[in-house]
């Protein structure tokens, strides 16, 4: 299976936060009690936070070629994660196999040869697997010598004899590129990820940056939503404003209102970021939005004067939705500014989101 028919990591389905508060167990001793499934899963969480300019998909089971995570990079370079949940810290023996796979596959054209080989096991590796890597010249010899008793017959359905094709492709192979690290380092930095909480509790260990930065310019993501605010304005002067320019020069006195609504819009859009980034899945997000819209909804349908009076209502009380039921606004994400900014969000995606009474 290729990398680019896997669906990226997560699955499109939302974290769930576990019970953890009964558990007194440090992370370490987590981490070496979980199965299979489990252990790869934590690694495929760890592999996304240290891989922010990476896709990262997850293989695992029959047919993954040993490469359990993969992460690529938009200069197609690769990344392979194996995951050997053992109960043992790693032998040479436990790793030939896996290093008979990584060089039958990239000598048969089958995978791309990586940039970074990672061994990974919740009980670590042990020493003569750790001298191995040390030396990688030693892994081509070792390699070799065992063929015939590690991988011969472990990499595919048919015995793979070492031809002298595939031999001197071993021998000039660099297997610099495996690498390993322990499972506190991994842990560690697992701790910047929002998964941190999930798995090990004390709450989201990643804070928000919410400085934003305001375009002097209109960008063309903006253009709906202003021109609902301009519909509003023009309703309350009981004149047409078709554009900002023409707002500054007849009505100046709007100018500092739609500044705080474009800073509004891009707060929300900077939560969104933050959403995306840290909880890997826009779900939070997209629950927050339709939150917003139900709580709005019967101010929409509202009598008011005009659309600039029921804009500012809005405004005014989809602050007191309450959302504490959602994970951002648990972990006070979610500001005032997000949640007005939100409206604006959705009035740019939904027709029936509109301040005017004439619209």
Known sequence: MSFECLTPFPAPEKVIIKDV???????YERVKSYDDKEFELFIREWVVSIKSRYQVRGFGGAGDKGRDVVA?????????????????????SDMLPEFGKLVYYTYSGE???????????????????????DTPSSI?????????????????????????????????????????????????????????????????TVTRDRHITVPDVIEKHETIYIQKYLSAVSEREKVSIDTVSELAQKFPKYMANLKVQ?????????????????????????????DIYYGIYDLLGKLYIDGYERLNDVMAQVVRIDLKHNLLSKYD??????????CHQLANERSDIVWANTN
């Open 111 to 133: 995978i791309p040869l990586p940039h970074e080989y990672y061994i990974l096991a919740p009980m670590d590796i042990g020493a003569k697997l750790n001298d191995l890597i």
């Open 72 to 92: 690529k990079d938009e200069d197609n370079h690769y990344s392979y994660y194996q995951c050997k949940h053992y109960d043992h810290p790693l032998t040479p």
């Open 21 to 27: 508060d009964g558990d007194t167990r440090v992370p």
């Open 333 to 342: 994400l979610v500001h005032p500014q997000d949640r007005q900014g939100i």
């Open 262 to 290: 474009r800073e509004r819009f891009y707060s929300a859009e900077n939560l969104k970021t933050f959403a995306s980034k840290h909880l890997l899945t826009n779900d939070y997000f997209k629950d927050l939005a339709d």
């Open 140 to 204: 081509n010899i070792m390699l070799i010598e065992k063929w015939g008793s590690n991988c011969r017959t472990k990499i595919t359905k048919e015995p793979i004899d070492l031809s002298p094709e595939l031999k001197s492709y071993i021998e000039s192979f660099d297997f610099s590129i495996i690498k390993t690290k322990s499972m506190l380092e991994v842990i560690e930095e697992h701790r910047s990820t929002a998964f941190y909480a999930f798995r090990f509790g004390g709450g989201l």
